[in-house]
């Protein structure tokens, strides 16, 4: 079993950026492909960006590309989600997932891959 809890949302001008984070406690992160998902309102569920268990690779979505960057650190079980050039249409609540990826290179983009979800932290930017 793995908690985490997400935080670092908030509210911000456009153009701003913020920092998300992820923190992982019950079992090692170091097992776990990690993600970041968003969910808008009205929207369905959106992927955001990717890392896989060492670090090595990360995917994200089209969006975001540029202007967001996911990091991890497995040694403090922590997933980072730097996100620069804020705009309105990435208001969301955004959460953190937990996939137990058999491959230390691999990610997915599939929220039903993700074993483990946070409960989400609200990021608002306004115009």
């Known amino acids: 079993q793995v908690q985490l809890v997400e935080s670092g949302g908030g509210l911000v001008q456009a153009g701003g950026s913020l920092r998300l984070s992820c923190a992982a406690s019950g079992r090692t992160l170091s097992s776990y492909a990690m993600a970041w998902f968003r969910h808008a309102p009205g929207q369905e569920r959106e992927f955001v960006a990717s890392?896989?268990?060492?670090?090595?690779?990360?995917n994200y979505a089209d969006s975001v590309k540029g202007r967001f960057t996911i990091s991890r650190d497995n040694a403090k079980n922590t997933v980072n989600l730097q996100m620069n050039s804020l705009q309105p249409e990435d208001t969301a609540v955004y959460f953190c997932a937990a996939y137990r990826s058999p491959s230390y290179y691999s990610t997915s983009v599939y929220s039903s891959n993700y074993d483990y979800w946070g409960q989400g932290t609200q990021v608002t930017v306004s115009a």
């Open positions: 890392v896989s268990r060492n670090g090595v690779s990360t």
